[in-house]
């Protein structure tokens, strides 16, 4: 596949989810290996331009607006990355652009008239933002080298931090000053925007060779070092001019990927909201349901992105006592909840059901406060904690925390049993990153004994058949969220309290009627699992066949 023909097939590549991202990295890539326009022989060579650059170094020097400083040594052959086309070189980016490392502003220097110094956070989305930007007195524009001046159209990089590598242009009509620890690479007789093109696809590359471990960095050896691919000037000019409407294209592409993910939106919850409003199923189960749960499976391609919507739709119509046909011969739920009657919604969900509160149908323990200095390497006494449960997952091996037999003898009352619901208590705040629940089963035990941690809750059911439908219905919103808004704690911590769990209100079906949901939620949400699988092996098929496709354009000699 040649260049050309794989543009003529862009929109289409561009279908996997991550095609055009892949589609962006590929222009780049073509552009700086000489792949993505034709060459022209009446062009200028780059060795000649090489030349060029370096006499108008000199003269630089010479005039006083340049210092001298070493030579950066030529490439070996050895360090060329890749084959170049004939009339492009090889050469380190220091030979062709004069690097400046910015001046050390002092903060009581600061001031609220006068000219902006660039900081590295004044870097954002590839352009120089003057929003929050610093001010320093307007004379060190005359004190200071006019090399520490940023004209408009000059590129910048930060050379530390979070954001090494970063890089941005002056897209302003002002001038500002380089502070400390931006760079400004000011290009002799190339265009800094087919320079641009290059930095992105070799910072990141440079950054994992970095000096700085504990926090990134670029040194000025590094960025000056860095093997630079240098085509003819007018080839320069083609490229930027071709990249441009390539990224324009991109541009389009996800606009309009973003118009069908907005149909989708609309579809799916067109859909879901069937769902939801159907009404209740006769005895024979005849009801909208079926219809509104078909047309979901037969839409579930382009329901793909609301996933979550749709488990926890599953869930709101379990909850809703909509899911399965009510039977008038199934025992009414109201006869085996335990504890006094109390105040409570009118309406049950569904005839047979009623309102009860969760210490009703079960007993609620907390954990015990292990302390780390009591932890052992080894031993069949593990304590679980947050950490170790997520929803319908005990994560034995996640980080695994050990009591030896003495204290594990000591802590019986908190001894996880078959059959226990854990429930994570504690998690970040405004976040539903917690509130996890999970059955623990016969296997989870087999070759260990379980110990309940603090913040880790357990709810033991009397009635096994209750605990399964339990934990699905607490996984529904209808119960979570009224769970949420109780939530206390630190500015970044969120707590549930074990009074709010035992309090919470829980719609308690028949027993014969919750058989048949769990029965059925399981279904439905095995059948979202495998639909799920199948269209991720799709899309990673899309992925792989965008992949090719590119390493076969990157490095046609091997797909030959």
Request: net charge negative.
């Amino acid at each position: 596949m040649t260049p050309q023909e794989f543009l003529d097939e862009f929109g289409t590549l561009a279908e996997s989810a991550e095609g055009v991202p892949k589609l962006r990295e590929l222009i780049l890539d073509l552009a700086v290996q000489g792949k993505l326009v034709e060459q022209d022989s009446n062009d200028e060579p780059a060795d000649r331009l090489l030349t060029r650059i370096s006499q108008t170094r000199q003269q630089l020097i010479d005039a006083g607006t340049q210092r001298a400083s070493k030579e950066t040594p030529a490439l070996s052959a050895a360090e060329a990355p890749f084959e170049l086309p004939p009339t492009w070189v090889w050469t380190p980016l220091g030979n062709v652009q004069n690097f400046v490392n910015g001046f050390t502003f002092k903060s009581q220097e600061y001031q609220t008239e006068g000219v902006g110094i660039v900081r590295i956070g004044d870097i954002q989305r590839g352009e120089i933002s003057t929003d929050g930007m610093k001010l320093v007195a307007t004379r060190y524009l005359t004190e200071l080298d006019e090399r520490l001046h940023v004209r408009p159209g000059d590129l910048l990089i930060a050379m530390s931090g979070a954001t090494t590598g970063k890089l941005g242009f002056n897209g302003t009509n002002s001038t500002f000053l380089l502070n400390q620890r931006v760079g400004k690479l000011d290009f002799l007789e190339v265009n800094s925007n087919y320079a641009h093109l290059f930095l992105q696809t070799q910072v990141q590359e440079n950054l994992r060779i970095s000096s700085g471990s504990a926090i990134p960095n670029l040194s000025t050896t590094q960025i000056n070092s860095m093997p630079f691919p240098l085509p003819p000037l007018a080839e320069q000019h083609r490229i930027v001019a071709k990249v441009d409407e390539l990224m324009g294209l991109c541009d389009r592409l996800e606009a309009v990927q973003g118009q069908r993910r907005g149909v989708r939106v609309r579809l799916n919850r067109s859909s879901l909201d069937r769902l939801t409003s159907v009404s209740g199923v006769d005895r024979a189960g005849r009801s909208g349901l079926s219809a509104a749960w078909q047309r979901v499976c037969d839409h579930f391609e382009v329901l793909y992105d609301t996933l979550p919507d749709l488990r926890q739709t599953i869930l709101q119509l379990a909850v809703q006592g909509k899911l399965v046909p009510q039977d008038p011969n199934d025992e009414p739920a109201s006869s085996f909840i335990t504890g006094a009657a109390e105040a409570m919604p009118d309406d049950p969900p569904s005839s047979g059901w009623t309102w009860c509160r969760l210490q009703q149908v079960c007993e609620f323990l907390g954990g015990f406060a292990f302390k780390s200095t009591s932890y052992v390497k080894e031993s069949v006494n593990q304590i679980i904690r947050l950490g170790n449960v997520k929803n319908d997952v005990l994560l034995l091996d996640q980080k695994p925390a050990f009591i030896p037999d003495d204290i594990a003898g000591e802590s019986g009352d908190y001894r996880i049993q078959p059959g226990d619901m854990l429930l994570t208590m504690t998690g970040t705040k405004k976040k539903r990153d917690y509130l996890f629940t999970t059955l623990v089963r016969d296997a989870d035990l087999e070759s260990r004994v379980l110990y309940l941690n603090q913040r880790v809750g357990l709810l033991r059911f009397a009635n096994e058949q209750i605990a399964e439908t339990a934990n699905y219905f607490l996984k529904s919103d209808a119960i979570l969220d009224p769970l949420f808004a109780t939530a206390t704690g630190t500015a970044n911590q969120g707590n549930i309290g074990a009074k709010a769990i035992r309090s919470a209100l829980f719609p308690l079906p028949p027993l014969s009627e919750q058989k048949r949901i769990v029965s059925k939620v399981t279904h439905l949400l095995s059948q979202v699992t495998r639909l799920e699988s199948t269209l991720t092996r799709r899309e990673s098929t899309r992925t792989q066949l965008l992949i090719a496709a590119i390493h076969s354009l990157l490095n046609p000699e091997a797909s030959s």
